[in-house]
């Protein structure tokens, strides 16, 4: 059965620093992994989608990388800024289902 | 691009009445639409996938008969959620994938709060 853990659950820092989230999921036989962002109360907002067959994915100051072997993802954000405090979530699309498989999310709180 | 909505936004009901929430794909065909729940402080947990015209597929641990999944269109998933009680007081979230899309993409609606006095 398939479990994405994220460490750390929550994150607070001061603005400008450039940030690392983690993501790990236990079965390496996925079909993507989809970053999302989380404002309290709200839906999701897709930040960044890796294939299987990519290494990294890059959106302005977000990067996302993919280690499918080791069974890693990290989220990368440079520079960060009051407006990325959210729960960041990735999710894991295992091979040959249409499922999404959500992590346990990461609180981030940028203060000025 | 790629819009979904779900409607309402937010619902307060007394226990044992039913509610039902729409979720639709705006401006692309969905054939699959996926249901999802949402305590507080947790992670999204998916409830069922829904494929246009054909039954819905439930979890392991949701009621199918009181979790109520209808796709009658392209467009159109909707979620009944019937005898409601305070327990299934959530934050139920929809997403779709849509029919050209091959990299199983999936876009998400802003979610319905759903309170059960």
């Known amino acids: 059965k398939q479990e994405v853990t994220q460490i750390p659950a929550a994150l607070s820092v001061p603005e400008g620093e450039n940030l690392v989230l983690n993501c790990s999921f236990t079965?390496?036989?996925?079909?993507?992994l989809q970053w999302f962002r989380q404002d309290p109360g709200k839906g999701l907002t897709s930040l960044l989608l890796i294939q299987s067959s990519q290494r990294e994915q890059t959106s302005g100051r977000l990067n996302a990388s993919l280690d499918k072997s080791s069974g890693r993802s990290t989220l990368y954000i440079a520079a960060s800024q009051p407006g990325d405090s959210a729960t960041y979530l990735c999710?894991?699309?295992?091979?040959?289902?249409?499922?999404?498989?959500f992590g346990t999310g990461t609180r981030l709180q940028v203060f000025p | 691009g790629a819009v979904v909505s779900q409607h309402p936004s937010w619902v307060i009901c007394k226990s044992g009445t039913s509610v039902k929430i729409e979720c639709r794909s705006l401006?692309?065909?969905?054939?699959?639409m996926f249901w999802y729940r949402q305590f507080p402080k947790q992670s999204l947990m998916l409830m069922a996938t829904s494929n246009e015209g054909s039954k819905a597929t439930y979890e392991q641990g949701v009621e199918k008969d009181k979790f109520l999944i209808n796709h009658a269109s392209l467009t159109l998933s909707t979620l009944t959620v019937t005898s409601a009680h305070p327990e299934d007081s959530s934050f139920y979230i929809c997403?779709?994938?849509?029919?050209?899309?091959?990299?199983?993409?999936?876009?998400f609606g802003p979610g319905t709060r759903l309170t059960v006095l």
């Open positions: 079965d390496s036989a996925i079909y993507n």
């Open positions: 997403s779709a994938r849509g029919l050209e899309r091959s990299d199983n993409e999936q876009f």
């Open positions: 999710a894991v699309g295992p091979y040959n289902t249409d499922k999404l498989i």
């Open positions: 401006d692309f065909q969905a054939t699959t």
